[in-house]
């Protein structure tokens, strides 16, 4: 079985700052992680190739910097890493990357592709569900456990807010990952010095040309059009309101919305 | 001159400080406190490469180099001084030394499953009455046939007990005097092999410090280390690279006080200002900091010059010093500034005090150190 996990490098912090300009995140000075989601996806990857004597593939969409990203996936354990940088992917939007990613994973082929459900920089949880329709395949969010696997399935349970789903697929498919599906590795000292003497295969534009047209990829094949992009305002701690039985409590917030004129 | 990591130790550093924080600092006070040997850590090293680091794969280490293992005792003893003597004990003093000089055979057989952290290492050198004159061996190894016979004992082992494989230094022929003494390999459970009196320490408590009795203990002769008369030559080479690990753990010591300490007077309030906001306890932090990082320069560097197969056991003699000496005076200071609370065992910094001594006397005491530099310079 052929596993390939999508990651992204994102900003190690909360406070994500914002080019007022170009409402695109400013990575200068912010130390870069691999996405949580992502990295607990490789996690998954390698327990299923200790299982199942599968190879793990890692793939990132981003600038040259995010070779630091895949060494490190290396160092975890997987066997080989795919850049994907061109300066004509800047500026995709979700669709615009999950088209490129899409290309890409036709391109290193695939039988079980694992994204992380969502990236703490941009969190709108797209690509990985958009990747999946744009290969026409089957695919699985929010996985918390991977149940049971076999050469050309897998079984998996599928988290909701009030339960969850045994979900069986045959593979090919996709999966994105949340936090519970596992608790990521360290790296291995060995691993790290096996990673770098490993080579990156960067894929460009040139290499997805076939199947990728310049409207569709970058700014211009990106519909969505970021309209403004802020940094919350703090606002003041909220009020606790302690020792109430129910009643009290809705009768003190009435109270208080009516206040504020809000109801 | 290039100052910077390269991206490999840039990666393992992340990797260090992630498994330190997460799985070595949170038993530091137990293993103090219980005196209590680190059992269930040395697996998880063992795992992640912690054991093998300066190794070659083929014998079961990780491909690294000395200032990888340099870096590793450092973040290991920045939260805990106990795990990382374990590992550099380990590592300088057992399985370096038969790396260094051990047969084919007897680094597949010993140095393969050291690396791989599937055993444990321990070294013994000093006697009662051999400690800094290390020449004065009154343990004896006799050829007798096929084997030779142990008989003496060592004291102040690190891993005592718990290691599976031990470098043993011993005299063979009394005559030569330092060119008598010879170097072994021998196993525990060997008969005639025990482990003797613990010792009870001021400071890296979980560290077993043992004696090492030998009565009448046969080891086949293929267990000598390098050649007959050669173990004083093996003793001082190892412990220049035992230095390294020592000066490192110092380092990492230091670097542990003053992170605890930042942080401490950035919380600690007296006339309604953090204490960190008055000058005294800057200019102490930074008199502090500035001399730790000249510590590390030369750590570093020690280390470096190993890896490039330079001379360097005057650098290592230097910084062994220095950082032991530093360690010490840092860890004092920190405590004067954590103040009452700093002596009390509520805060980390009274254990990381008795830890930092350790580091002037153990593996050559600073006195020695300064002999080796001494030497170097053409004293004699």
Known sequence: ?263 | MEFGYSKEHVLLRDLYRKFAETEVQPLAEELDEEERFPVETVGKLARFGFMGIPFPKEYGGTGGDYLAYAMAVEELAKVCATTAVVVSAHTSLCAGPIYMFGTEEQKQKYLVPLAKGEKLGAFGLTEPSAGTDSSMQQTTAKLDGDEYVLNGTKVFITNAGYADTYVIIAMTDKSKKNRGISAFIVEKDTPGFSIGKKERKMGIRGSATCELIFENCRIPKENLLGREGQGFKIAMQTLDGGRIGIASQALGIAEGCIEECVKYVMERKQFNKKIGQFQNTQFELADMATKVEAVKLLVYEAACEKDAHRSYSHLSAMAKYLAGSTASDVSRRCVQLFGGYGYTRDYPIERMMRDAKITEIYEGTSEVQKIVVANWMGLK
């Not at chain 1, 996985?143 to 593979?171: C, M, N, P, S």
């Not at chain 1, 129910?246 to 208080?256: L, N, S, T, Y």
């Open chain 1, 1 to 263: 079985m052929k596993i390939v996990v999508c990651i992204k490098q994102v900003p190690d912090t909360v406070e994500v700052k914002i080019d007022p300009k170009t409402g695109t995140l400013i990575r200068d000075g912010v130390p870069s992680i691999i996405n949580h989601d992502d990295k607990t996806g490789i996690e998954a990857a390698l327990t299923l190739k200790e299982k199942l004597g599968a190879t793990v593939s890692v793939v990132s969409m981003g600038p040259p910097q995010a070779d630091v990203a895949l060494r490190e996936a290396l160092a975890m354990g997987c066997d080989e890493a795919y850049l994907v940088s061109a300066r004509e992917f800047g500026g995709s939007d979700t669709y615009a990357t999950s088209g490129i990613l899409a290309a890409a994973l036709d391109k290193v082929g695939y039988d079980l592709i694992i994204t992380g459900r969502q990236a703490i920089d941009g969190d709108t949880a797209q690509v990985g569900p958009q990747i999946a329709e744009k290969l026409h395949l089957p695919q699985v969010s929010y996985v918390e456990e991977v149940v049971d696997a076999g050469e050309d399935f897998v079984v998996v349970k599928r988290q909701f807010e009030d339960g969850y789903h045994i979900v069986k697929l045959k593979t090919p498919c996709l999966l994105t990952a949340i936090a519970e599906l596992a608790e990521p590795r360290y790296m291995s000292i060995g691993g790290v010095f096996d990673a770098y003497q490993k080579e990156i295969k960067v894929i460009g534009f040139e290499d997805l040309k076939d199947g990728l047209e310049l409207d569709m990829i970058g700014l211009k094949g990106s519909p969505t059009n970021v309209y403004k992009s802020f940094t919350k305002e703090m606002k003041g701690a909220g009020t606790v309101l302690h020792d109430l039985t129910p009643d009290q409590a809705v009768e003190a917030i009435v109270k208080k919305l009516e206040e504020k004129f809000i109801i």
